[in-house]
């Protein structure tokens, strides 16, 4: 019986572990989302932003401003600018930032 709770204990401490740890990894993507509004050159710089399953595409009124070594920063695999869109994949996380940038507009 005592065997049983001890078992009960450590499994218990083990779950208690992972959520601190799964907690501390999850991304805050409020200030990811603000970082990225500004690397593309403020809100009033996007036209329209959309999302492609792991690829973000977004539209802007002015290119020049983007600052790539930003985007990159927060985790962009990669930035292709066509005329003014620039279609950056960033992985599983597109459609939450999409999500966020949506808020924010």
């Avoid at 500004?38 to 983007?66: H, P, Q, W």
């Amino acid at each position: 019986m005592n065997e049983i709770i001890e078992y009960i204990i450590i499994l218990a401490i083990l779950l208690l572990i992972t959520l601190i740890i799964m907690k501390f990894n999850k991304k805050d993507f409020a200030s990811e989302v603000n970082k990225l509004v500004k690397y593309l050159g403020g809100k009033d710089n996007i036209i329209n932003a959309e999302c492609n399953m792991s690829r973000f595409k977004v539209i802007l009124k002015d290119v020049t401003k983007v600052n790539k070594d930003g985007i990159t920063s927060l985790g962009a695999k990669g930035i292709v600018e066509i005329d003014n869109q620039l279609k950056i994949i960033f992985g599983k996380d597109a459609k939450e930032l999409k999500k966020c940038i949506d808020d924010l507009l």
